[in-house]
């Protein structure tokens, strides 16, 4: 704030050197402003040096305001100069705004008018401008315009041209101006190998590199970039290593890099390296680091770089901000992540949209809605990831019509244009709840052509659902339009197989083979004392393997009195029961569960994070092993989290798309194998079908437990919640039928242990 001594009437000899020497001091918009109503109320005019610093500052600074610079260079009595022309002239190229290139374009012309004659700096901002806004036939004018005023050998006005011409995707022309020029300086060189790297010539940009004889921390930057935007991560280290200079953007640009590209081990690893270094990290690598904490589900690391940044006090804003909610949202701790948004000075929709994504994953869907109407509430306008996270979180409740509403809201509301990812979200919405038809239907009248994640999601619920026709349709489409996915073969050949399509499933995965798509194998990633172990799906390379298979063992034997059974009809190879049985054993999440079971204290959560989808076997097991064993355990998989406690789950079994209420579920291991056990512990061969109800079932769970050592009160507790949990104590009967399609009047023990028979609510 200028001191008010300053504004004392000033005699008229001295005006034009008082209040240039003010305007000089001024450092912001209100102060300049304040010293401009000073000068009218003496009635004076702005005398020209004046001109100079408040222009500048208005057209350059970033809390400066252009359009005041503008009311100033056209509306002043000065005569205006080429400088302060060429300065609003590039602040129009810098403001990225509607109507920059063109408010250019109109000073431009004014220059004309006035016989102010352009200089190089003029047609360098007038190329920044196109440049900002893709104007390539505007751009192609002023190059003419360049080569009849002779500035085309000035080294700023072809550095611009060059740039120019690549942001515009025009590379041959780039290149021809590079050619052509007979002086080339470290920018030229910069200017044409940031041109190849954006037009995605990598190989072209390591070649003018090797040509360089003066490199700059920009060159080697700019191919690092590169080198990273293309994934090759192992040849950017290696030219990281050998950079002789490594400035805070080349960390930047490494670390990330890793983090972006699913490496997060490596992200971690030379975020250490660079700690060792005693380099201070910023807040983009920050950023990056819990990005990789995020992937890893690395809770013990991300609190730690929490901690860090608090010690360091390092200023959280909002981009920060989002990536702890995220972290902790990611790592199965909703309670740290609401405690982070909470805490958070700003919250603006990067924060309540990390937060509501991270409620919906972590099946608070109720929550999640409730926040985002208390972010409307605040008045802060959603944006579309915003409805991509509140589209989630119905999905993963099954609120079908919710999700239409907020589906219709987004553009109706806030004018929101729905992308591929929002329609994507709407056909898990509905496959999940069941209604393919309805899916289908919804694929057919979306305005943009759909993509192949839209079509994948539909052939889940088709593979989910047992809609064969349908799922072979959709199945047969994408293994043709998304040949790399391993996914799309595997569905589509479990689907022919569940189809009793024995040579069709095999005839898929030969395609598979011909075509050299490698599968994916399941892995899951825990991290105990402070070190992430990763386990594959039948993996025996862990220092431990025989202590972790002991141990699983010995947790089946303990369910297994709980009614667990193997559920093998997932494992489609023509093998035998006991091979189908070691299969399932060995998921990689079972290794998990067991390996934390060893190495953390009793009663600890374990978090453990998977690549795939959590399978059906091994959702009923984790179950079983929270109840009988009194552990928390959280298990991301690829499509949300599932929160194991007392023998349920956060998702409430909805994780396949099955809802309960409605009475679609399909009791395969729920219901046709626990029938069974409750039969063979009561001894019973043979079961009348007449009247079975939920209640009866109960009863005779809770009747066949004397005869264990467990007791009958957990017995009683445990049946009551799972019956409650599955049919909402609704008095429904339960009709059973062969998968032939006959009805039977009654089931033996035998039936239903060989899966011939499934349960029906």
Known sequence: ?????????????????????????????????????????????????????????????????????????????????????????????????????????????????????????????????????VAFDLGRQFHGMVIKNSFEMDVFVRNSIIRFYSVC????????????????????????????????????????????????????????????????????????????????????????????????????????????????????????????????????????VHCYIGKKCVRVDSILSAALIDMYAKCGSIDLAMQAFSTSRKRDVSAYTAAISGLAMNGCSEEALQLFEQMKGEGISPDGVSYIAVLCACSHAGWVEKGFHYFASMSDVHGIRPELDHYACMVDLLGRAGLLEEAEKFVASMPIK???????ALLGACRVYGNAEMGQRVGSLLVESDQNHDGRYILLSNIYAESMKGEDAEQVRKTMRRRKVNRVPGCSLIEVAGFVNEFFSGDRSHEKTEEIYLMWEEIVKEIKKFGYREETRAVVFDVEEEEKEAVIGHHSEKLAVAFGFLY??????LRIVKNIRICSDCHYAIKLVSKVFK??????????????????????????????????????????????????????????????????????????????????????????EWFSGCFRNLERNISLFFCSGSDPVSVTYHELEAGRVVAMC
């Open 450 to 456: 759909p993509d192949n994640v839209i079509w994948g």
């Open 169 to 304: 995707g025009r590379l041959d022309d780039a290149r021809w101006v590079f050619d052509e020029s007979s002086e080339l300086d470290v920018v030229s060189w910069n200017s044409m190998i940031d041109g190849c790297i954006r037009n995605g010539n990598i190989l072209e940009a390591l070649s003018l590199f090797s040509k360089m004889t003066e490199r700059n921390d920009i060159s080697w930057n700019s191919l690092l970039g590169g080198l990273v935007k293309f994934s090759c991560m192992d040849d950017a280290y290696r030219f990281f290593v050998e950079m002789p200079r490594r400035n805070m953007v080349s960390w930047v640009v490494m670390i990330s890099g890793y983090a972006q590209n699913g490496q997060p081990k490596e992200a971690l690893a030379l975020f250490r390296e660079m700690q060792m270094l005693d380099q201070e990290p910023n807040s983009a690598i920050l950023v990056s680091v819990l990005s990789a904490c995020s992937q890893l589900g690395a809770l013990d690391h991300g609190r730690w």
């Open 631 to 720: 552990r928390k355990i959280a298990i991301r998989d690829r499509k949300c989290f599932h929160h194991f406690e007392e023998g349920l789950c956060s998702c409430k079994d909805y994780w396949q798309g099955l809802q309960w209420s409605q009475m679609q579920l399909i009791i395969v291991l729920e219901g046709s194998l626990f029938l069974a056990a409750i039969m063979y512990e009561l001894g019973i061969e043979e079961l009348p079908l007449s009247k079975l109800s939920s209640r009866e079932l109960l009863r005779m769970w809770c009747k066949s437990f004397p005869r264990r050592s467990d007791g009958e009160e957990m017995a009683y507790q445990w049946g009551q």
């Open 600 to 605: 953390t204290k009793s009663g600890s959560t």
């Open 1 to 133: 704030m200028l001191k008010p001594s300053i504004f004392k009437p000033l005699k008229p000899d001295f005006h034009s050197i008082s209040f240039t020497a003010i305007f000089h001091k001024c450092k912001s918009m209100k102060q300049f402003k304040e010293a401009h109503t000073q000068l009218i109320i003496n009635g004076l005019t702005h005398p020209p040096p004046s001109l100079r610093p408040i222009i500048s500052f208005s057209a350059l600074d970033p809390s400066g305001d252009i359009d005041y610079a503008l009311l100033l260079l056209l509306r002043t009595s000065t005569p205006p100069t080429v400088f302060l022309f060429n300065t609003t002239i590039r602040g129009f190229s810098r403001a990225r705004r509607p109507g920059s290139l063109l408010s250019s374009v109109l000073l431009f012309v004014r220059m004309g008018v006035l016989s102010l004659a352009p200089n190089n700096f003029t047609f360098t901002f007038l190329f920044q401008g196109c440049s900002n806004c």
